[in-house]
């Protein structure tokens, strides 16, 4: 799991836009979008087991045309979420205090990723 709420909030800040909505996309099929914890990073561990638990790399599946975690991280996909929705209030993510943006990546060796933003408001 990367969190990429710094990155989030530094294009935030640059829309000059203060109260709307954000929506994000993760622009693939192997990887998705999560709000976590990020005070604690055994829960993200914790997570991370439970997903390789749910979706081994050694089930026996069909479909492997890019190795044996191909598979395992569409599952972990459709499981999670590939866009986010995320109100802004006064210029800020309205975030819980405890609450992180993450790219969860689902394959162990991962091309570069694309997660688009869109902003609407004033």
Do not use: K
Not at 16 to 29: E, K, N, P, V
Not at 48 to 69: K, L, V
Not at 88 to 98: C, P
Request: proline share 7%.
């Amino acid at each position: 799991m990367h969190e990429i709420t710094r990155e989030v909030t530094e294009w935030l800040a640059a829309s000059g836009i203060s109260d709307g909505l954000l929506t994000l996309f993760c622009r693939h099929t192997s990887a998705s979008l999560l709000i976590q914890e990020n005070a604690a990073p055994a829960a993200r561990r914790d997570l991370e087991r439970y997903f390789e638990r749910i979706a081994p790399e050694d089930g026996s599946y069909e479909h492997d045309d890019e190795g044996p975690d191909d598979m395992p991280a569409h599952l972990r996909s459709a499981l999670t979420q590939p866009s986010l929705s995320i109100p802004v209030q006064d210029g800020r993510l309205a975030l819980g205090t405890w609450q992180g943006i993450y790219l969860f990546e689902h394959r162990r060796d991962p091309p570069i990723r694309e997660v688009a933003l869109h902003l609407i408001g004033e």
